[in-house]
């Protein structure tokens, strides 16, 4: 079944940074642009960024701009998330996700989340 994991969450102070890796299982990553999406505790799950399927066009919210940098690698069929100067309000679980394009379509192959804490 296709399916996208995630791994590299944990727990970091503000001001910290953490890199996210999302890795596609027994699917063609090549095909798909790839979101992050975050789920604060006790709220929705909400996209923060998304990459096209050739890495030429990234999106990300106002909230993580300038701080978050998502890229990808399709040769190791794997995206990355690097987050910098993280704040209490990034703590979330983190969830990588492909669709046709980043826009107007549905995200499919979810993958089970990682749990990133910021907190000192």
């Known amino acids: 079944q296709a399916q996208l994991v995630e791994s590299g969450g944990g727990e970091v102070q503000p001001g910290g940074s953490l890199t996210l890796s999302c890795a596609a299982s027994?699917?063609?990553?090549?095909?798909?642009?790839i979101g992050w999406f975050r789920q604060a505790p006790g709220k929705e799950r909400d996209v923060i960024s998304c990459?096209?399927?050739?890495?030429?066009?990234?999106l990300y919210i106002d909230a993580v701009k300038g701080r978050f940098t998502l890229s990808r690698d399709n040769a190791k069929k794997a995206a990355y998330l690097q987050m910098n100067s993280l704040v209490p309000e990034d703590t979330g679980i983190y969830y990588c996700?492909?669709?046709?394009?980043?826009?107007?379509?549905?995200?499919?192959?979810w993958g089970q989340g990682t749990q990133v804490t910021v907190s000192s």
């Open positions: 027994q699917f063609t990553m090549d095909y798909y642009a």
């Open positions: 990459i096209s399927s050739n890495g030429d066009s990234t």
């Open positions: 996700a492909s669709a046709v394009a980043c826009t107007g379509y549905a995200f499919g192959s």
